[in-house]
Every structure is written in C-alpha cells, then in structure tokens.
T-cell receptor
Framework: GENVEQHPSTLSVQEGDSAVIKCTYS??????FPWYKQELGKGPQLIID?????GEKKDQRIAVTLNKTAKHFSLHITETQPEDSAVYFC?????????FGAGTRLTVKP | GAVVSQHPSWVICKSGTSVKIECRSL??????MFWYRQFPKQSLMLMAT?????????EQGVEKDKFLINHASLTLSTLTVTSAHPEDSSFYIC??????????FGPGTRLTVT
C-alpha cells in the first residue's frame, strides 16, 4: 500500500518568512495529493491540492509542487503569519486509499 | 467549500457501553464516507471506508464487530463503538466525498471512555 513520509515534524519560523514542508510517497499510482491544516481540537481543513497531471499550483500565499518522477511533493507558505500556526498534513491517494503523512507542527513567531 | 458535520463533538461514556457518532454531509451528497481515528500528536489513521447502501470496508487491524459503520443515506454515516473500553478513547474524524473529488472532513468527535 501507499506510504507517505513527511518532513520536518516540527518547523518554527519568524513571521514573514517562508515555510516549506516536504513529503514523499511510495505508490506511483497515486494521483491526488492534498494538503490539510489542522488546528487543535478540530478536523483537518483542505488548504490546497494537486493532481498528478500538474506540476505546480498556487493559491495566494500557498503553493504546492509535485515531482512525479521523484515521487515527492512540497507545500510552500510565503509571508507566514501567526494564524498559519497549526499542524499540516500531506496525503496521497488514488481512489479510496488516502494515506496521510505524520504531520508537521508549524509555529510562526510574531 | 463543502461542509461536513459530526455529532456529538465530544462524549464521555463508561466502559462497556456503546457510543454512536454521526457524520453528515450538509450541502452535498456523499457517495463515499471515511472514518479515521487520531491519537494525540499523531496522524490520522483510516479505520474504514463506506459507500452508500453497501457494507463498509475495514482497514487491517480494525475490528468490524467493535466499530459498526452504517452508511444508510447519501448524507449520513454513523460509527458505533460497541462495548467501549478506555483504549478506545480517541479523536474520531469522518470525511465525505462525492465521486472522485476532494475529501471534506468533519470537525471530529472526542471520545473518552472512563
């Protein structure tokens, strides 16, 4: 089955700096790669996603890149703000088999 | 985006009792719903996948007789934890999807078994 690895497990940045979180996946058949933000005591919220026929996608301060050959994808957050502090999860899936990374706890210091 | 609700948001029950958690898709019809559990500071672990009108598919290691899943309609799935024990205490999260699109997650239900 699919195995998703995520790094780093914790990330601390200064407000205004950029944050990058990286994930690798094992199953070359995976074709959908979402990123979720989870705040304490809440369910994950989809923040951006990318499909295997696209290499990069951007939504305001958030961007995701996908390298199918290397089987890795990354989340980029620019101009970080304290409200970006949360746990971020990457995931990889085909149809009914979404697997999550272990999560990255991002702290943005004001 | 699509909205998924869960009820209750938290529940405390005594060991040996059963607890039912509801998951509803509020503004779309969910052909597939998923149930996850999450321990503190850990990732989401898929428990089972259910399609409307059919039996749920459980992940390896998940006891289907203990975690009963019903997906009777396109907007409602329920998870019943039967004969709950303290080790079942966890954060249970559902998600719903229409067709091959994005999964939308509920806010989660914190279960504490005393």
């Amino acid at each position: 089955g699919e195995n998703v690895e995520q790094h780093p497990s914790t990330l601390s940045v200064q407000e205004g700096d950029s944050a990058v979180i990286k994930c690798t996946y094992s199953d070359s058949a995976s074709n959908y790669f979402p990123w979720y933000k989870q705040e304490l005591g809440k369910g994950p919220q989809l923040i951006i996603d990318i499909r295997s026929n696209v290499g990069e996608k951007k939504d305001q301060r958030i961007a995701v890149t996908l390298n199918k050959t290397a089987k890795h994808f990354s989340l980029h957050i620019t101009e970080t703000q304290p409200e970006d502090s949360a746990v971020y999860f990457c995931a990889a899936s085909q149809v009914n088999d979404m697997r999550f990374g272990a999560g990255t706890r991002l702290t943005v210091k004001p | 985006g699509a909205v998924v609700s869960q009820h209750p948001s938290w529940v405390i029950c005594k060991s040996g009792t059963s607890v039912k958690i509801e998951c509803r898709s509020l503004d779309f019809q969910a052909t597939t719903m998923f149930w996850y559990r999450q321990f503190p500071k850990q990732s989401l672990m898929l428990m089972a996948t259910s399609n409307e009108g059919s039996k749920a598919t459980y992940e390896q290691g998940v006891e289907k007789d203990k975690f009963l899943i019903n997906h009777a309609s396109l907007t409602l799935s329920t998870l019943t934890v039967t004969s709950a024990h303290p080790e079942d205490s966890s954060f249970y999260i559902c998600s719903a999807r229409y067709g091959p699109g994005e999964q939308y997650f509920g806010p989660g239900t914190r279960l504490t078994v005393t």
